[in-house]
């Protein structure tokens, strides 16, 4: 699968919940830079321990996912660090299937943050609810979990 914008997200434990424009509260505003150099923007997804927004890349000029923490989780918890691990081993991969890393960091606060390409599309869940029954697509779906397995 490749990650360009017409791909399929095979992982959907990030819910989708764009139409959002307001960041994640304890986080940058809008046109504040993460990290000196992200202007953080739409959330595009949630998870039990962290969000992920739409972000400006201000020294490249692109589009780029940016991965955070949520703020209540301590920068010093197990959670921050398998957050970091999974960073750095997304990091070492290389699969037109994973959207590749573009860096790793840690804010002043102490808390990761991870910034990777941009992959816009909809995700397995939001395709398999627009089938009329189990049937339709199957042999697109099948190729997807090839391709990922």
Request: aromatic share 6%.
């Given at each position: 699968m ?8 095979p992982?959907?434990?990030v ?13 940058a ?14 959330l ?29 989780v ?25 959207p ?9 606060n ?7 390409k941009l992959?816009?599309?909809q995700?397995l ?9 189990p049937a339709?697509g ?12």
């Amino acid at each position: 699968m490749a990650a360009d914008d017409s791909a399929v997200r095979p992982d959907d434990s990030v819910a989708p919940t764009r139409g959002l424009v307001s960041p994640t509260p304890g986080f940058a505003a809008p046109l504040e830079l993460l990290a000196g150099r992200y202007e953080l923007g739409e959330l595009i997804g949630a998870g039990g321990m962290g969000v992920v927004h739409q972000a400006r890349d201000t020294m490249f000029g692109r589009d780029v996912a940016v991965k955070l923490l949520r703020p209540e989780v301590p920068a010093d918890s197990p959670a921050a660090t398998r957050f970091h691990t999974e960073a750095t081993i997304t990091g070492r991969l290389q699969h037109p299937g994973i959207p590749p890393a573009y860096e790793l960091g840690t804010l002043s606060n102490g808390q990761p943050f991870l910034a990777m390409k941009l992959v816009k599309g909809q995700t397995l869940r939001q395709l398999l609810k627009q089938r009329p029954s189990p049937a339709d697509g199957l042999g697109r779906f099948i190729a997807v979990f090839e391709q990922v397995c």
